[in-house]
């Protein structure tokens, strides 16, 4: 199912700035030839001292501190200009204003949703998401918060895919949450990321960390799946029990050991096939007469 979100209205590009060293030693100086300015107490140095600290002062405010893993968003007057990504001590427009953003990985799991699958049985399951922002200026303008836009986001995919899916597939053809972890999981991952890429988020891993029956229906679908393998187990040891069989006669033909009519045949295979299909020992029984008598 394709996921129709907004086309984003932004886009994230590098804000204009530079190192903030040079800056800090030239703010040092102005302040400091200021101050010595107004000290000689003439009136025209004075008045230079004194817009020499005023502007130094202005300028210390463009001085930004980003630390790894952190990102600034820069506007001017409301608008964007641009963020800041290189770490260090960075001057931009002292004008400006910075909101910080974090950059680094985080882990989102969700609580346990009750879901009915596709087939209306009642289900819980929860995932957790891996995810960092790729892209700020997404993330700070075009939702209120990427945050819980992400935690919300996820909670719906969640409940989508276990609506899509059986808990258990019947057909080997079928994909199920229980049987198909890794093609439950891409799908999850895959609309997630169509759900966010919208607030500048990438998805980097998705998993399921709870998937069972809610509590009123668990134990008779325990039993269903306790019927089911007795049922293949009983069909696999048919299946073997038949080939042993075939091949017990085929090699008394074969090596002419004994001549089996068709009723003795008959008998052969009933007691080979209750001796290895029984789950009990069998108490073996001698015919001391004729299979006739």
Known sequence: MDVDMPRPQVAERVAHGASGWPVLGGIVVAVAGGALLIVTQIGVLIGIGIVLIVAGAIATNGLTAVAPGQARVVQ???????????????????????????????????????????????????????????????????????????????????????????????????????????????????????????AGVHVIESRITRLSYAPEIAQAMLRRQQAGAVVAARQRIVDGAVGMVESALTSLAESDVVDLDEERKATMVSNLLVVLCGDRDVQPVVNTGSLYQ
Do not use: C
């Open 76 to 198: 001017l007057l409301g608008r964007y200009a641009g963020t800041i990504r290189t770490d260090g001590l960075r001057w931009v427009n002292p004008l400006t204003t910075r909101r910080k953003i974090s950059t680094r990985i985080r882990n989102h799991e969700t609580d346990v949703a009750k879901v009915n699958d596709v087939e209306g049985n009642p289900i819980e399951m929860a995932a957790v998401v891996v995810w960092q922002v790729e892209d700020t200026a997404k993330a700070v303008f075009e939702v209120d918060d990427f945050v819980e836009f992400v935690a919300i986001q996820t909670e719906t995919a969640v409940r989508h895919i276990a609506g899509s899916y059986p808990y258990d597939a019947h057909g080997e053809d079928q994909l199920s949450l229980r049987e198909n972890a890794d093609e439950i999981t891409g799908r999850l991952s895959e609309e997630i990321t169509a759900r966010v890429a919208s």
